[in-house]
């Protein structure tokens, strides 16, 4: 059974600070989904990563896959309040089933 | 753009009440699927289906059943609600096998008292 595994689970972060949001899971894959989640809202697709060192940025966000090792990083920049929200990946198995992770509640504070 | 719209965002019920949870997608999608989206647990598959009148048990199917009679429908029955079915439900609708992006819904949240 696929086991996808978030941290940190909660993340209270300034502004203006970098940080990582790691997700490993258990068995072998090489698509790997970040979805944003808004309180209140449903899940906004941000980066789909296909292959191994596959390496996605948008604005402050960047994402990177390793298969090998079996994790995703999702990397903040220079972070605002605006990025505030619970972050999810979700691994793909046979093209079409996700696993989630149980989420990350990054809050970010002026 | 793809639109999921799911027939309620809030919702109250009682135990023992048969629930239906409806979704809709816009764009032919073959693949559609139900979640449900509880604290520090994620988002876990209930049921999933490829195409109409097909479907396929997810993580976590007890206590729940779906109906695909129409290809752009998906929906979600709660045969007896019980108090810990409520949750908030997510539906997603995806193109077809072996394409990517899941699409989803607004989500009902659903309180069963």
């Known amino acids: 059974e696929l086991k996808v595994e978030q941290n940190p689970l909660f993340l209270s972060m300034q502004e203006g600070k970098n940080y990582t949001i790691y997700c490993n899971y258990s068995t072998t894959s090489d698509r790997l989904y970040w979805y944003r989640q808004d309180p209140g809202k449903s899940l906004e697709s941000l980066f789909v990563l296909l292959s191994n060192g596959a390496v996605k940025q948008e604005g402050r966000l960047m994402a990177s896959l390793d298969t090998k090792a079996r994790l995703s990083t999702l990397h903040i920049t220079a972070a605002v309040h605006d990025l505030s929200a619970t972050y999810f990946c979700?691994?793909?198995?046979?093209?079409?089933?996700?696993?989630f992770g149980a989420g990350t509640i990054l809050r970010v504070k002026s | 753009d793809v639109k999921v719209t799911q027939s309620s965002r809030y919702l109250v019920k009682r135990t023992g009440e048969k629930v239906f949870l409806e979704c809709v997608q816009d764009m032919d999608h073959e693949n559609m699927f139900w979640y449900r989206q509880d604290p520090g647990l994620g988002l876990r598959l209930i049921y999933f289906?490829?195409?109409?009148?097909?479907?396929e048990k997810g993580d976590i199917p007890e206590g729940y059943s779906v109906s695909r009679e129409k290809k752009e429908r998906f929906s979600l029955i709660l045969e007896s609600a019980s108090t810990n079915q409520t949750s908030m439900y997510l539906c997603a609708s995806q193109p077809g096998r072996n394409t990517y992006e899941q699409y989803f819904g607004p989500g009902t949240r659903l309180t069963v008292t």
């Open positions: 979700a691994v793909d198995i046979n093209g079409n089933k996700l696993v």
């Open positions: 289906s490829y195409d109409v009148k097909m479907k």
